[in-house]
């Protein structure tokens, strides 16, 4: 009788039975043998049977944290499908293992499917933002920058370009400013959104003018990005204007400006957001509501603490919740 793993496999190949979804989850953190096994076994399996596999992987690792399905997803990088290769990518997201660097850089480069290198810029904005923090290598870091960077410049491809400056937006790399700065002042209003987006990532004070002025566009999807933004560089003179966004008519938006606020902190914020809790009827959004107050009171705290001089010797009580 073969075991219960080999028999998914087989089940996993056979398109005369549907792909057992609650079975998926037995994919999750293969051994050595398990992980050769289905390698060689990959290559058998549709490419529509593939798509569906890796697609409810993705579904089941984001409802389960305890489910890591990586093994498998690496071995779905080298596909032979462009489109197996991004989902792969993409449901890689956690992982910050720097060998994954030269997979990502060689998709990024890869001419011929700019969905899929589109992808491949997005998930190396981690890898920049671990460089950042010095996390990985500062030569592996400057690989990085050099390939976004020269997909921002020259790239044939809008969404390319558009992924790439949203990666780069981490990097403290001293082209990075000219490059979001070109975006932002482009006439195509996907890349100033992404130039928003960039300047959030930034961490740098220089652009908090330009997110104050872009709360009040009148596009959706750059007002959404520049209350983020407020909040990641903790722009404090935006909290009136994020305020008044908690009454936008775009959930989206309403969401990012309740983020942000407890982001910022401060009594007016704090007081905005019990109000909106107290005045919504939508439980979730309560739920959301509950967790960035949560959030500002944790951060207020550690602010407050900050205060303190610890070279004495004090005991803290917690304070009463």
Same mark, same amino acid.
């Given at each position: ?17 549907? @792909?057992?979804?609650?079975? @998926? ?38 409802? *389960? ?49 700019? *969905? ?41 491809? *809008? ?13 403290? *790399? ?99 957001? @019990? ?47």
């Amino acid at each position: 009788m073969k075991k219960p793993f080999l028999q998914l496999l087989e089940t996993l190949q056979d398109e005369s039975v549907p @792909i057992p979804l609650q079975r @998926i989850s037995e994919l999750s953190d293969l051994d050595r043998d398990q992980q050769h096994q289905f390698e060689s076994v990959w290559p058998s399996v549709s490419t529509e049977r593939k798509l569906q596999i890796l697609k409810e992987m993705g579904q089941q690792a984001l409802g *389960h944290f305890e489910l890591s399905f990586e093994a498998v997803n690496r071995i779905a990088l080298s596909d032979s499908d462009s489109e197996v290769r991004s989902i792969a990518i993409e449901n890689l997201w956690e992982s910050e293992d720097p060998s994954l660097v030269p997979v990502l850089l060689e998709s990024l480069v890869f001419k011929g499917d700019d *969905h899929i290198r589109a992808v491949a810029a997005t998930a190396l904005g981690k890898f920049v933002w671990l460089g950042e923090i010095d996390e990985i290598p500062s030569e592996l870091l400057h690989q990085i920058e050099a390939g976004l960077l020269a997909t921002c410049r020259n790239d044939d491809s *809008h969404e390319v370009r558009m992924r790439s400056l949203e990666s780069i937006g981490y990097s403290s *790399h001293d082209d990075v400013p000219q490059q979001i700065e070109a975006a932002y002042n482009s006439k195509n209003e996907q890349m100033q959104q992404s130039a928003v987006l960039a300047m959030g990532r930034s961490a740098n004070k220089r652009w908090g003018n330009y997110i104050l002025s872009e709360l009040s566009n009148p596009n959706p999807l750059i007002r959404m990005e520049a209350a983020r933004a407020a909040g990641e560089l903790e722009v404090r003179e935006a909290t009136e204007t994020l305020i008044d966004l908690l009454q936008d008519v775009n959930d989206d938006i309403r969401l990012a400006a309740v983020w942000a606020l407890a982001e910022l902190g401060g009594e007016d914020a704090l007081n905005a957001l @019990i109000e909106l809790g107290e005045q919504s009827e939508d439980s979730a959004f309560q739920d959301v509501i509950q967790k960035a107050i949560d959030h500002m009171t944790f951060i207020e705290g550690t602010r407050d603490l900050l205060l303190f001089d610890f070279d004495d010797d004090l005991n803290f009580e917690a304070p009463e919740s």
